[in-house]
């Protein structure tokens, strides 16, 4: 079967998989609708004067928590609300869908449906996203190998989905660690689709009562990524990330994250003058 896939695509204005790196960024999970709104927007122009074209994330809902004491987000209908309220300020966004069940209404706002890497392979989820006609935004499960996500890319365009996004997270690396293979960039890449590199969810210590993680490698990982030619950078951001509600320990402070996007504006511009030559 010839594929539907496409190399490159648009969200809503924000395209992906073109010359200029892509954004995906905000807070871990939804907080408030102030403090989305206010990410939203300061992102927002950061990525406009460095050419690159933004998307903005959040988790209405953390589906997947260690602990029955942490938080979880808003749900579903008040983060459904929030998020418009973000996409009225003119930027297209994207979440994680978790259940079969939220698909049709998170679809009515969302420019982008995110499968959670632990729902990867879950078959009736991932063709639900690609039946609505949205993107998606498929995370690398930290089990899976990056050549095989080429059998979920089978599945979302046998269901009709021709704009996906496949994103590498880290692999489990023994207990409470993850390791990137960056060559898994370029086996991804290999399947005709764009790729993200998450670089937040990469700095993750996984286990305890509740996952931690370090920020301090956040630019050694991602400028490998860069090199290695990913199309989008996926960064979790906050204003105060050590008072987060969720991945306090690997969210980058807002304060920082020009400059962090600067370094990784100048590494796109130099990989694409060596990958022409």
């Known amino acids: 079967m010839e594929s539907t896939l496409e190399r490159k695509f648009s969200v809503a204005g924000a395209e992906v998989g073109g010359e200029s790196l892509a954004l995906i960024a905000g807070p871990c999970v939804i907080e408030s609708a102030e403090a989305c709104v206010r990410i939203a927007r300061e992102v927002k122009l950061m990525a406009a004067d ?31 609300r929030i998020l418009a309220e973000v996409k009225a300020a003119g930027v297209p966004v994207l979440s994680d869908v978790h259940a079969v069940d939220e698909v049709e209404a998170a679809a009515r706002v969302l420019d982008v449906l995110q499968v959670p890497a632990f729902l990867c392979r879950q078959s009736e989820l991932v063709e639900a996203c690609a039946r609505t006609g949205k993107p998606v935004n498929v995370k690398k499960g930290q089990f899976l190998a990056p050549e095989d996500t080429r059998f979920i890319l089978d599945k979302l365009a046998l269901a009709g989905a021709s704009r996906v996004l496949l994103t590498e ?18 086996t991804m890449r290999g399947f005709g689709v764009p790729v993200a590199f998450d670089v937040t969810h990469s700095l993750q210590t996984p286990g305890g009562e509740r996952t931690g993680g370090d920020r301090r490698f956040a630019g050694t990982l991602a400028r490998a990524a860069v090199a290695a030619g990913c199309d989008a950078l996926f960064v979790e951001t906050h204003h105060e990330p050590q008072k987060a509600l969720s991945d306090a320990g690997t969210m980058l402070p807002l304060r920082e994250l020009k400059s962090f996007l600067e370094d990784m504006t100048r590494l796109r511009r130099a990989y694409l003058a060596c990958s022409t030559k």
């Open 50 to 80: 460095l050419g690159m074209p933004f998307i903005f994330k959040t988790s209405y809902l953390k589906a997947n928590r260690t602990s029955a004491g942490s938080f979880r987000g808003p749900g579903l209908e008040e983060g459904l």
């Open 169 to 186: 997270r880290g692999s489990c690396f023994g207990y409470h660690n993850l390791v990137v293979d960056m060559r898994g960039i370029t």
